[in-house]
């Protein structure tokens, strides 16, 4: 769906996704039956990109687009040591990470919640600034910047510490300074099911990954629950004798 979008960005044509795969968060459930009457009812979602610049430790700029987010990634074992500017002026002199995402309102499910993001209503004029992996400052899970400002990022110590970024799915590695905005020239139109809106999912999702995991959770419990432990741990009578139960207390040998 993301290449699509992509693909289409400059067009203005609305686009109406089928889910034939594992996730499909911007698309709809798959059936052919009364589709036109579908897309003649659907709801419409505007959603715009944001603009990526980078210039590398070479020099050279690169610009892309990114419908999801934007993020900044080490390259090696090394942590990342990254600047943060907003609107020309420092705020974070010095994030230790191993890098840093902004995401959009409709990007809010993707990366940015596996870091541990907030999730943005589509129609918020927001866009969520996630650290991924801090480790300095301690205590900053990140911040909500409104969708207008300029946000800048330089990478301290490029040498030793070199980073990537990537808008979506196109990669520039070895950056020095990566420059991030909505860019409000170009916007896409989404087509969902009434009741089945980004909106809706964006409210719904939450409570739609408590209740995967709960279910996955339930079933990997039921396929082992007729299975005998594997864990096993020494004691000085029995090199491999079963481990202690859960109270502390064990059966002497």
């Excluded at 002026?89 to 191993?98: F, G």
């Excluded at 999730?119 to 600034?129: S, V």
């Excluded at 991924?132 to 330089?154: C, Q």
């Excluded at 004691?235 to 004798?241: N, R």
Aim: aromatic residues 4%; proline residues 7%; positive net charge.
């Amino acid at each position: 769906m993301l290449q699509t979008l992509h693909k289409y960005i400059s067009t203005g044509k609305p686009i109406y996704g089928m889910n034939r795969g594992s996730v499909g968060f911007l698309m709809n459930e798959y059936a052919e039956d009364g589709l036109v009457e579908r897309i003649w009812n659907s709801e419409r979602s505007v959603i715009h990109p944001l603009a990526m610049t980078t210039v590398d430790i070479h020099g050279e700029r690169q610009d892309a687009l990114a419908i999801n987010e934007v993020s900044l990634l080490r390259q090696t074992s090394q942590v990342a040591k990254l600047r943060i500017s907003v609107d020309g002026h420092p705020r974070m002199d010095e994030l230790i990470a191993d890098g840093v995402l902004i995401a959009t309102p409709a990007g809010s499910t993707a990366y940015n919640l596996s870091a541990n993001g907030p999730i943005l209503p589509l129609n918020a004029t927001l866009l969520a600034l996630t650290p991924i992996s801090p480790f300095r400052p301690r205590r900053w899970r990140g911040a909500l910047l409104p969708d207008r400002v300029a946000l800048t990022i330089e990478v301290l110590e490029s040498a030793k510490r070199p980073v990537s970024a990537t808008a979506d799915h196109h990669e520039v590695r070895d950056v020095a300074t990566v420059s991030v905005e909505m860019d409000r020239t170009k916007s896409m139109v989404l087509l969902h099911d009434p009741g089945h809106s980004l909106d809706e999912r964006i409210l719904r999702e939450p409570c739609c990954t408590a209740s995967a995991r709960a279910r996955s959770t339930r079933r990997r419990t039921a396929r082992q629950g007729s299975r005998p432990s594997l864990t096993t741990c020494r004691t000085s009578s029995s090199p491999t004798g079963p481990c202690p139960s859960s109270t502390g207390s064990s059966s002497p040998a």
